[in-house]
């Protein structure tokens, strides 16, 4: 493995607050360190809006530029031009074992296969199309505007083309008698049309006022008890399933807030108004989990990674055009 390359591993196997920290402290700091600003431009992930992470970069003179929200297949080098050729070269390295019958990838293979794969993944030309096509070097926006395509459903589509469409069906079925616009509504709910039903309702109230109870009529009455019994249940089972989904938007809603809200409609967070906010924020969530009884113990990983973060390095690191974090168990 190259001797320059350096690798942080989770339990869970992604990244992690603590891994967030420590590659800024000692992967982009030292490669990039120079008197003038820099800009890192970040998404919303929650190890690039730690206090911890934005008091280092604003100690050290680094801007933090935050993306906007489910945005990063338009906005993100990495998202808009490396990881497609990265995924095929690595596709093609992986074929090499998985051709002759192993289900299974080793964790020294992956790491080997990687190897393999990124130097033709992170070319110069491809990194500099990376930030070319996400808008940033040389900065056009319009290269990210005009990939967003704003489109109309089929339904309003149609009712853009023929707004007459929706109206009443009976105008076009007058002359027919109320038995054919019995006829006309099922006996399933998922086949009805509403317009053939409503219709049909109106020449049902004419025969009650009109005091007609004929056979159409009252197999009409007897389709439609039917037809109320089966929306009866589907409106059961539907309220029990808006009852779930909206217990777990709840528990979203919960964690949404806080440094999620906080960071809406931010784009550079690195000020020092944000910051004290992120740390009260990540102390009321902290006391929050205290109090609810759900303190974790630090990993052994993290409480390493917080002992290595005290340390200063000194080693001088090569330049590089970009940087990127991996996580492998």
């Known amino acids: 493995m190259n001797s320059d390359w350096g690798w942080a591993s989770n339990t869970k196997g992604w990244t992690c607050d603590a891994i967030g920290e420590d590659w800024i402290r000692t992967v982009f700091e030292p490669a990039t360190h120079t008197e003038a600003t820099r800009l890192l431009v970040v998404d919303g992930h929650g190890s690039h809006i730690t206090a911890p992470f934005i008091r280092f ?44 019958g192993f289900s299974n990838i080793k964790k020294f293979e992956w790491a080997n296969c990687y190897r393999n794969a990124r130097p033709s993944a992170m070319e110069p030309f491809n990194i500099c199309s990376a930030w070319s096509g996400a808008g940033l070097i040389p900065f056009n926006p319009r290269k990210v505007i005009r990939r967003i395509k704003t489109t109309l459903s089929e339904q309003e589509t149609a009712l853009i083309k023929n707004p007459e469409s929706t109206t009443d069906a009976s105008t076009s079925d007058d002359s027919n008698s109320y038995a054919e616009k019995f006829s006309l509504v099922p006996h399933t709910p998922s086949h009805i049309n509403s317009a053939s039903l409503r219709s049909a309702n109106e020449a049902l109230t004419r025969n009650v006022h009109a005091n007609i109870f004929d056979t159409p009529t009252k197999q009409f009455i007897l389709k439609s008890s039917a037809l109320n019994l089966q929306y009866e249940t589907r409106h059961t089972v539907r309220e029990k399933h808006f009852a779930g989904m909206n217990e ?40 929050r989990r205290c109090a609810n009884g759900r303190t974790k113990r630090k990993s052994g990983l993290q409480v390493a990674l917080n002992s290595a973060n005290d340390v200063q390095s000194n080693e001088e690191v090569q330049d590089v055009i970009m940087l990127d974090e991996i996580v492998v168990m």
Not at 62 to 81: A, E, K, N, R, W
Not at 253 to 282: F, H, N, P, S
């Open 248 to 287: 777990i938007n709840n528990k979203r809603r919960i964690m949404a807030a806080g440094k999620r809200v906080l960071l809406k409609d931010q784009t550079v967070i690195t000020t020092e108004g944000i910051y004290e906010q992120l740390k009260a924020c990540e102390k009321a969530t902290e006391k």
């Open 57 to 100: 970069c604003m100690d050290h003179n680094i801007l933090v530029l935050l993306l906007p929200p489910h945005s990063s297949h338009l906005t993100q080098p990495l998202d808009v031009g490396i990881f497609s050729p990265l995924k095929t070269r690595m596709s093609e390295e992986l074929d090499k074992i998985l051709r002759y």
